[in-house]
Each structure stands twice: as structure tokens, then as C-alpha cells.
């Protein structure tokens, strides 16, 4: 009996091992998916930072805190992992890989890894540690940057004078802007090379340009006190602006002993370049990022419709004391009535009773946005500054359409506007206003009708000769259009006083806030400008 049950034993141990075997061949068999198609899964993951669909992969769940510690340290944007050929063997397997880390305001990092795979629950998995990161890589080690500077670039004018070392005028400070130190939120923003308390752009260009005048430190990428790469920084780039230092100079001569917030902008008329931006009052810059009723410099814009649809600055029209379009009643500055006049001498007296039936029974609502678009309404600027654009509303009635003709109801514009605007008329064609060469402009050139050009040169002549500012003291060769905007409530509306126009190549634009009538008030402010430049 005895040994009938060892043999029984023996036999039972037998077939248990068989099965064992059989179990394991089973077991291998069914194993699923292959080591390469986990790690190609793993590498996927690990590019687009998606770390929950990573530890989906893992054998044994962990943290992957060295995976997010690795990232926010050393400012990842962008990860490309290249896998290498599997090697496998008893259940285990390992794949090699390069990484190519893209790093904010560094640069390019690569480096060797591997990856380990084991078999767990009959599927490929990966067998995660610190290494699988960096083969360098030991819990609880940290990545760190040690970073050095360049020397931050230059801010120049169009002459290549520099404008950035807080000597300059208030007004091109604000365009400039200045320096603060970093704060958190700005290292966040602007990548882990930088630290809190490094100064950076704050406002303006300097904010604008800040990666590029700053250039990108040399780094040290480094794990624990381990220095694992060096990476060579670059120099930072100049800004170059097209301000010209004596119009600049000229501007500032011509408002900076005005009493009321003045703004002046002038730009070069056959590129759309900026010349020069004053504000005699600091804080918000007027001159770029202000909303104001253009007035009567609107007809300007008006007279471009008018020429195109065939109205000639030589017909017959009435100037009366006042008309009513759509139910608006209108009437002229100080109430002036000149009869029956040319069309050219109705825009030097500046008629809004011309103005308004003209735009009514010779444009309408449609043909009169064309025209406003065509010099810049409506369009998007982007000088390297905050900047409002133009508004120019479509006219939802008749009286709308009456007011927007010299100016009023629901447009708003600030003097870089109106200055591109006096560029467009001295040139020809509409360019978009531009601070920085450098930058590629949103919005597309736009030639004026053909044919207004020349009329339209001849009728701002004689604003200056014989209309509103023939008292302003401009010089000869001048061109432009007085206006003076109503705005706020009331029975007895305050004024804007703007003029706005050209001489030469170059065109400007001048407002005076609740300076009252524009060629008593801002055409002598472009007289001085002109005068010194």
C-alpha cells in the first residue's frame, strides 16, 4: 500500500507538471499585444504630455512625479520620442529610445533613454522607474536649469538711435514701455529659464519683444548637482522702429505747450510708416489707443464716395444754413449759409448741409462703409502696441447715414487713424499703419477709386487757402480738412477740434480733447509741427 500511494503521488506530481508546462506555454501564448506596440503607445503618450494615458501602460501604478517634475522644471513644449529596436527575453523586454525635449527660451535638449517592459496580466506593461525618465534619473532627484543672460538688445529709431534707456521723451516711453521684475505668473508665462525678480518687459515694445530682445540664456540642465548638457544661449535682436527723431522733435515742439490733452501722429504717406507720436499728457496714450468722433475730417472720407459715384470738386451744389435728412435736422458751424457753391468750396467751408443729401441720394449706406473701409476703417491694426482700430458702423437709417457723412453718430477713430487716412489721400493707396518693419501686417493694401485722388487734392488745398484753415498759418504745399466733433449730452454739445492732412510725404493728424473748433485750435498745432520740421 505504501508504495501504491507513492506512485500515486509521483503520478499526480507528474501530471501537475505537465500541466504547469502546458499552463505556461498557454500562458506565453496568450500574452497580448507585442513589448514594441506598448512602447510605441508609451512614447505617443509621453509626447502629448498625456500622462494619465502613460500610467494606464505601467505593471505596477506609481506617481509619475519625476515625469511632471521634469516638465515644469525644465519648461517643456514639446517632446519627440525616436524608439530604438526591442530586445526581449524571458518575459522581459527593453526598448531604446532618444528624446528630443523642446524647452521654452532654451532650446533643444536630446538625449539617450530606455524603456523596460515586463509581462503583467498577460500584457505587455511598462516596468517604470525613475530611469525610464534619464538613465541618470534616482528617486527623489530633482531636474533643475542654471541659466546666464545675454545682455538685453537695443529699442532704435529709424535712424538707429537707441530709445530705450529712459532719456527719451514721455511719449515715446509709452510706446517703449519699461522694465519690472518677474513675478511668478510671468515665469509661468514665460518659461523656467527665467526666475522671479528678472527684470522683463512690462509694457510696450519692451513687453511686446521681450523673447526677442532678450535673446536665450546659456543653460545648464541639471539633475540633483549633476550637470547633464550645456546649452549655448543667443544674443538678443534689436527692435528697429521707424520713428525719425525731428519728427518727433517737431512734434513735440507743436503740442507740448497746449493747455487741453493734445495728441499728434504722423506717418510717411508712401509707406504707412509712423514718424512720430505725441501726447502732451501721460497715462493713456490719446494719439493711438483713443476713441474719438472725427468731425468734420470724416468728409474727407465722404468726398472719396462722392468723387468715385462722379460728383466733380467743379459741380453746382447748396450749402444752406440748414436741410433735414431722414427726420435729422442739420445745420452748419455757427450756423453759416453759402448758397449755391462748388463742391470743392462747400468741403473748404466744410458743409454739412452738403454734405448729408449728398451722402444720402449719391452713396447710401453701402457705398459710404466702401469708402470708410477703403482708408482703414473697420480694419485691423497691429503696430507691436496696443492700438484701437477704426469703427465705422454701417448706417441703419437715413439719418445715421446723414450724421456718419461729416463724422458724427457712431464712429469713433484716434489721430494714428486719421493720419493713415491723410496718408491714403497723399498717396493713393491705403496702407496699414506699421511702428516695426518687422512685423507682418494683418491687413492688405487698398487702393483709392480711381480718378480721387486729384480732386480730392485739389479740395484739400483749398481748406487751407480759403476754407476753415486758411487762419492757421500752414504753410504752402499744405493739404488738409478741419473738423470739430460734438460729443457727451446735452442741449450744448462740447467739442473735439482735429485737423488732420498732408504736405509732401508726410501726413498727420492732430486732436485737441474739448479743444473746441478744429481750425482755430489743431490746425495751428500742425502749422507748428510742419513749420519745425
Known amino acids: 500500500m505504501a508504495r501504491g500511494r507513492t506512485i500515486a503521488i509521483v503520478s499526480v506530481s507528474a501530471v501537475l507538471a505537465v500541466g504547469a508546462a502546458a499552463g505556461g506555454a498557454y500562458y506565453v501564448l496568450h500574452t497580448r499585444g507585442t513589448p514594441a506596440e506598448t512602447a510605441q503607445r508609451f512614447a505617443a503618450a509621453w509626447q502629448a504630455g498625456d500622462k494619465t494615458a502613460m500610467a494606464a ?100 529709431d529709424a535712424d538707429g538711435g537707441r530709445i530705450d534707456t529712459g532719456t527719451v521723451g514721455g511719449s515715446v516711453q509709452q510706446l517703449v514701455g519699461y522694465l519690472e521684475k518677474a513675478t511668478k505668473k510671468d515665469v509661468a508665462r514665460l518659461g523656467s529659464s527665467y526666475k522671479v525678480g528678472q527684470p522683463i518687459g512690462a509694457h510696450g515694445l519692451q513687453a511686446t519683444f521681450q523673447e526677442q530682445l532678450a535673446g536665450t540664456p546659456t543653460t545648464e540642465i541639471k539633475l540633483g548637482d549633476k550637470t547633464l548638457e550645456t546649452i549655448e544661449g543667443t544674443e538678443g535682436k534689436p527692435v528697429e522702429t521707424t520713428l525719425d527723431p525731428k519728427a518727433q522733435a517737431a512734434a513735440v515742439t507743436a503740442v507740448k505747450h497746449m493747455k487741453k490733452p493734445t495728441s499728434l501722429v504722423a506717418i510717411k504717406a508712401s509707406t504707412g510708416e509712423i514718424l512720430a507720436v505725441v501726447n502732451n499728457v501721460g497715462g493713456f496714450n490719446r494719439a493711438l489707443d483713443g476713441r474719438y468722433p472725427p468731425g468734420s475730417t470724416f468728409k474727407a472720407v465722404t468726398a472719396i464716395g462722392l468723387l468715385a459715384a462722379g460728383v466733380s470738386p467743379q459741380d453746382t451744389v ?163 480738412k478741419t473738423g470739430t466733433a460734438e460729443f457727451g449730452t446735452g442741449e450744448k454739445l462740447d467739442t473735439h477740434a482735429w485737423f488732420m492732412g498732408f504736405k509732401g510725404d508726410v501726413a498727420f493728424a492732430v486732436v485737441v480733447e474739448g479743444g473746441g473748433g478744429g481750425g482755430a485750435v489743431a490746425a495751428p498745432v500742425a502749422a507748428t509741427f510742419l513749420k519745425n520740421l
Not at 116 to 132: C, F, G, H, N, S
Request: hydrophobic share 40%; net charge neutral.
Open 57 to 156: 501602460l505601467l505593471a505596477t501604478p506609481k506617481q509619475l512625479t519625476a515625469y511632471d517634475q521634469q516638465r515644469t522644471a525644465l519648461a517643456v513644449e514639446s517632446a519627440a520620442i525616436k524608439l530604438g529596436k526591442v530586445t526581449e527575453g524571458d518575459g522581459r523586454a527593453s526598448v531604446p529610445y532618444t528624446a528630443t525635449l523642446n524647452m521654452k527660451n532654451v532650446g533643444e535638449w536630446t538625449y539617450q533613454g530606455r524603456i523596460d517592459l515586463v509581462v503583467a496580466d498577460r500584457t505587455w506593461k511598462v516596468d517604470w522607474k525613475p530611469a525610464t525618465l534619464h538613465p541618470s534619473m534616482t528617486e527623489g532627484a530633482t531636474f533643475s536649469l542654471e541659466t546666464k543672460w545675454p545682455q538685453r538688445a537695443e529699442i532704435t
Open 318 to 480: 447748396t450749402c444752406p444754413k440748414n436741410v433735414n435728412v431722414g427726420g435729422l435736422p442739420i445745420r452748419n458751424s455757427d450756423e453759416e449759409a453759402f448758397g449755391s457753391i462748388s463742391f470743392l468750396d462747400s468741403f473748404a467751408h466744410s458743409c454739412n448741409t452738403t454734405f448729408a443729401p449728398l451722402a444720402k441720394s449719391k452713396l447710401g449706406a453701402d457705398k459710404l462703409l466702401e469708402a470708410a473701409e477703403d482708408v482703414g476703417f473697420n480694419q485691423p491694426l497691429n503696430i507691436g502696441v496696443p492700438a484701437t482700430r477704426p469703427s465705422f458702423p454701417k448706417a441703419e437709417s437715413d439719418a445715421e447715414l446723414a450724421a456718419e457723412s461729416f463724422g458724427q453718430a457712431r464712429i469713433t477713430a484716434s489721430p494714428l487713424s486719421m493720419a493713415s487716412v491723410a496718408a491714403a489721400i497723399a498717396d493713393g493707396t491705403w496702407r496699414p499703419p506699421t511702428l516695426v518693419p518687422a512685423i507682418k501686417q494683418k491687413a492688405e493694401e487698398r487702393k483709392l477709386p480711381s480718378g480721387v485722388k486729384a480732386g480730392l487734392h485739389s479740395m484739400m488745398s483749398a481748406v487751407v487757402t480759403k476754407g476753415t484753415a486758411k487762419s492757421a498759418g500752414l504753410p504752402a504745399g499744405t493739404h488738409g
